[in-house]
């Protein structure tokens, strides 16, 4: 029986090789047992030949090399093996039926990234480029570890390539992350950035509500900037759209994005014979990603505390006679309403159930109009009160009027607004305010004959209560 030695190990043939010189009696690769080298690395095996009278001869060229792992190591006809990546593969060499095999054993190098800078782009146009890797166990996975890419972007987790179309400008820094297939795995990571400039047309303001420089603007004002492009509606807030009084107070509201268009809704009315300064920050930016090259910024002068009609007295009057309660609003002397001098105008045992809502149609409505209201053309609307002096036979079950306001003959009303609590003895409540425009803008000819009309509703939580108006009045402010 002959036997192979491989580096020293002892492998069993079945049959005997002859040749010119004697009997083989084995081959090994020699020169060093088990070895092991780097990726990139080379190993020379060699293969002697061992005769019956034990002489030996190199046959490195005659037998023929495998390796078992080719993935991991390759060999050539001359016995040269290449490292190729981590692992371990088996060198065999091979004559006839007689083999000999060594384990070769390839240390990964380090895993690297190798991409030092990533290369900019701009929103609209399409980016490519590829972190690269070396060292450790390829496949590689990719991920972001840290930090985000710029909107529109996407990183291959296979292949590190970072491709799409940016949508946002900026200068976006990350922590990209790689990780190598052996077991375990080895990891590196690397922070890098990508720089995305704003594509098309810079961002810049077209108008502005009120006007640069403008005086005697109401104090019931909304802000707004107008813009060259459709805006990005979350980068309009409260750190980008500011506006402060001369003291650089700044005015709290709230703000809403319509296409191009930012406007700031203050929480309360502005201060009257103030002035106020609004800035836009770059931070503001459109859809494309572009931003105000510098801060924007525009002052204005809000007017005095404006001017009034006085409290004006209606001359008209007129049951609802549908959908309101007993349908016959105050049916006893409802002109007694139009003065204050003790004579009232009475709604008795109001409404047909106990609701609580001014709008319910089981409560009692009377319309009253033609308060003769001059307002300038071209005047601003300020506020409105609708002043009520009136009482209740009772207290009890939460007695109150409610006002409605409308613009148009009837057809269209305001939201109501109600008194407090009314009591047995006549007392005076006032709805609306000098800065309270009843939700709506109004325009002076809202306030003709023909189209204002004010809604008093008698509402409580019984039918058992009467309900005395002794007069109602009107005031509008304007500038």
């Known amino acids: 029986m002959s036997e192979t030695r491989v580096n020293g190990d002892v492998l069993t043939a079945h049959q005997d090789l002859h040749s010119a010189q004697g009997a083989l009696r084995g081959e090994h690769p020699g020169r060093s047992r088990n070895p092991v080298i780097k990726v990139a690395d080379h190993q020379q095996f060699t293969a002697t030949g061992t005769y019956s009278d034990n002489s030996t001869q190199n046959i490195t060229s005659q037998v023929s090399w495998a390796s078992s792992a080719s993935s991991v190591a390759t060999i050539n006809s001359a016995g040269l093996a290449t490292g190729v990546n981590g692992g371990s593969s088996t060198i065999s060499a091979t004559q006839g039926s007689i083999s000999g095999s060594a384990a070769l054993t390839v240390q990964s190098a380090p895993l690297t990234i190798t991409t030092t800078a990533l290369p900019g782009g701009s929103v609209g146009a399409a980016y490519s480029a590829t972190v690269t890797a070396s060292g450790g166990t390829q496949p590689y996975a990719w991920s972001i570890s840290s930090g985000t890419l710029p909107g529109g972007l996407t990183l291959s987790a296979t292949t590190g390539a970072i491709t799409g179309t940016p949508t946002v400008s900026g200068t976006f820094s990350f922590t990209v992350q790689v990780a190598d297939s052996a077991t375990p795995a080895m990891i590196a990571s690397k922070g890098l950035s990508i720089a995305i400039a704003g594509g098309g047309t810079p961002l810049s303001v077209t108008s502005t509500t009120p006007a640069s420089g403008a005086t005697g603007v109401i104090v019931s004002t909304t802000v707004s900037a107008t813009f060259n492009s459709t805006l990005n509606a979350a980068t309009v807030t409260s750190s980008t759209f500011t506006l ?4 650089n107070t700044a005015v709290s509201g709230s ?28 931070g503001i930016k459109d859809v494309n990603g572009s931003a105000l090259a510098a801060d924007f910024t525009w002052s204005f002068t809000t007017g005095g505390s404006g001017t009034t009609t006085g409290f004006l007295a209606p001359s008209s009057n007129a049951p609802v006679t549908t959908g309101a309660g007993d349908n016959n609003g105050f049916e006893t002397t409802p002109a007694n309403a139009y003065a204050g001098d003790g004579l009232f105008a009475v709604d008795a045992n109001s409404g047909t159930n106990s609701s609580a809502a001014c709008t319910n149609t089981g409560k009692d409505k009377h319309d009253f109009y033609t308060f003769n209201v001059s307002v300038p053309a071209g005047a601003s609307i300020r506020g409105i009160e609708v002043q009520l002096n009136a009482k209740v036979n009772s207290t009890a079950n939460t007695p109150k009027m409610c006002a409605q306001l409308s613009w148009d003959g009837g057809a269209t009303w305001t939201a109501a607004q109600s008194t407090a609590t009314l009591t047995t003895t006549t007392a005076t409540y006032t709805l609306g305010d000098a800065a309270n425009n009843w939700g709506r803008t109004w325009g002076v000819a809202d306030f003709s004959n023909s189209a204002f009309r004010v809604r008093i509703i008698d509402v409580a939580g019984s039918t058992a209560r009467t309900f005395s108006l002794d007069a109602l009045a009107l005031r509008v402010t304007y500038q």
């Open 244 to 247: 402060k009084d001369s003291s």
């Open 255 to 282: 703000y809403n994005v319509s296409g191009n268009t930012a406007t700031l809704t203050p929480g309360a009315v502005l201060a009257a014979s103030t002035t106020y300064t609004a800035t836009l920050t770059t």
